[in-house]
């Protein structure tokens, strides 16, 4: 399209600050704001708010109604929510945003998982719907992707999801895997061949990140908690829930003891599992070494970050695992797990180690070796920041999807262009 103005439909179940907090509404709401500021001109196709539209949300609102069960919203999402609102909100969703493209008002519809189930399926019978479409699955928790031995009656469940995302993937041009991980994983769960799959990852605003928390933060709070200047401080942030492996690192702190000299470790997060961990670091000698400050607030939370020493991620399982990003952010060296996404980000002996999950005896050498190897840490913290900032960092991952929306666009703009034949009318 030369240096026309794109306008592209994104099509999302949800979006922060209209409908909560979540991974989801974060990334479609800075999907939103970066896309914006490369001069793509944005339609949001989602459900009706739930709180009030800020001015500074950089696009067209298009809202759906979402038809649920009563109470379904003060419950939470559940099972039977997704396995039947959802994919009916898909269906109304993606008819608005094909009705969009009949009225010559969109060029590329994007859609979040099975929100644009309706333009998946009008596609196929339609052939005046040629505005390309972009499909992000995100972590196939439907299928179960990202969390081995899930429930099979859950994921039986899930089966009507299953097929609606399983459509939206089969219409599209283009279907994004966030980390070479789950490439794997969407073509065999969705069906889709190599060549549609495209790896663009999720990412983290480092300006938002850089002004949550500086040095001077970090300092502040060791100093308020007694932490010395030569303590060992270990990080560690998530839902306290049996998958991140918490539990894990509390063995395997427990089998550290005092062979490295003084540390700390602190825990930030809520949870089902927050008494369970409790209890285990009761029951082990270092327990007075284990904090468990419950959820913080943004502010805190970063403070943490800049006070750490080292970021852990015990993680049994795991989808893109954008608090490793975070503290890659902040400059922080990163012991993770060999799940989901983590290998994507943390490479060994450049900006961190990478252990099996599950395992306490490696990840205790990984913390032991860690502390050893403590003069290479702020090396590998700053190949960290680095590797956010050329790979994770929403002005690069806009790049890329703005690149992905022009490759999809220029052979239709090549038979639409004058001298040529129109381009024949056969959907994608």
């Known amino acids: 399209m030369g240096e026309r103005v794109l306008r592209v439909a994104l099509v999302a179940r949800s979006v922060h600050p209209l409908h909560g907090v979540g991974g989801l509404e974060r990334h479609v709401h800075d999907l939103v704001v970066h896309l914006a500021r490369r001069g793509i001109a944005i339609t949001l196709v989602t459900r009706l708010p739930a709180a009030p539209v800020p001015a500074s949300l950089p696009a067209r609102l298009v809202p759906v109604p979402y038809l649920t069960f009563p109470g379904a919203g003060r419950r939470g999402t559940t099972v039977a929510d997704r396995a039947t609102a959802y994919p009916l909100f898909g269906w109304r969703a993606g008819r608005r945003a094909a009705s969009l493209v009949r009225a010559g008002e969109i060029d590329l519809v994007h859609g979040l998982g099975a929100s644009v189930l309706g333009y998946a399926l009008a596609r196929r019978r339609d052939p005046v719907l040629r505005a390309p479409l972009v499909m992000n699955p995100q972590g196939l928790e439907e299928f179960g992707a990202t969390r081995p031995g899930a429930a099979r009656l859950k994921l039986i469940a899930y089966r009507p999801l299953q097929a609606a995302v399983r459509a939206s993937a089969h219409a599209a041009d283009a279907v994004i895997a966030t980390d070479a991980a789950l490439r794997p994983v969407v073509r065999s769960h969705l069906g889709v061949d190599d060549a549609r799959i495209v790896t663009i990852p999720n ?63 602190v825990l930030a997060g809520d949870g089902p599992w927050r008494q369970r961990l409790r209890s285990l670091a009761a029951g082990t000698a270092v327990a007075s070494r284990i904090m468990m400050p419950g959820r913080l607030d943004d502010a805190r939370l970063h403070a943490w970050y800049e006070a750490a020493d080292v970021f852990v991620h015990p993680t ?49 050498d990984a913390l032991r070796t860690a502390v050893s190897e403590r003069d290479r840490v702020p090396h590998f913290g700053a190949h960290g920041r680095e590797i956010v900032e050329r790979e994770f960092a929403w002005t690069a991952v806009a790049a890329e999807t703005e690149a992905l929306y022009r490759r999809l666009l220029a052979p239709i703009e090549a038979h639409e262009a004058p001298g040529h034949a129109t381009r024949p009318a056969n959907g994608t």
Do not use: C
Not at 250 to 260: H, K, P, Q, S
Not at 326 to 355: C, F, Q, S, Y
Not at 358 to 363: A, F, K, S, V, Y
């Open 316 to 364: 049994l399982y795991e989808g893109s695992s954008l608090v490793t990003l975070e503290a890659m952010a902040h400059r922080r060296a990163v012991i993770g797990t060999r799940a989901g996404g983590i290998p994507d980000k943390v490479r060994p002996g450049v900006n961190g180690w990478l252990v099996a999950p599950g395992d306490p005896e490696t990840l205790r």
């Open 203 to 265: 990412a983290i605003d480092l300006d938002v990140i850089d002004a949550l928390a500086t040095p001077r933060d970090g300092a502040a709070i060791r100093s308020a908690h007694g932490i010395g200047p030569r303590e060992w401080l270990m990080f560690s942030v998530g839902r306290l829930e049996q998958n991140k492996g918490f539990h894990v690192m509390i063995e395997a702190l427990a089998r550290l003891g005092d062979a490295v000299g003084p540390w700390r470790w």
